[in-house]
Nanobody, 116 residues
Framework: QVHLVESGGGLVQPGGSLRLSCAAS????????MSWYRQAPGKERELVAA????????NYADSVKGRFTASRDNAKNTAYLQMNSLKPEDTAVYYC?????????WGQGTQVTVSS
């Protein structure tokens, strides 16, 4: 059974940092591209960052470039999203997604709130 479990969300002040984790099980993690999406209230879900199966390539939304870093540890079946210099507009539920071109899996999401 496939599981993707996000953790690390919370309340942080503007300018602060958070590190999200996505623990995977039930599939061959090292063969999947891992992506991070977010969805703010009243808005569509948007792609934030993606990292290829080997970790050799990453892509970021323009809104987070230079502030967010996606990484992964295939030995631990875990993906990460390091978020620095957080802004109020980063407030959203963050989801991890695993895909290999045939199958895609979603986590349940973790809330990130940036507020003073």
């Amino acid at each position: 059974q496939v599981h993707l479990v996000e953790s690390g969300g919370g309340l942080v002040q503007p300018g602060g940092s958070l590190r999200l984790s996505c623990a995977a099980s039930g599939f061959t993690f090292s063969r999947y591209t891992m992506s991070w999406y977010r969805q703010a209230p009243g808005k569509e879900r948007e792609l934030v960052a993606a990292i290829t199966s080997t970790g050799g390539s990453t892509n970021y939304a323009d809104s987070v470039k230079g502030r967010f870093t996606a990484s992964r540890d295939n030995a631990k079946n875990t993906a990460y999203l390091q978020m620095n210099s957080l802004k109020p507009e980063d407030t959203a539920v963050y989801y991890c997604h695993a895909a290999n071109g045939w199958f895609g899996y979603w986590g349940q999401g973790t809330q990130v709130t940036v507020s003073s």
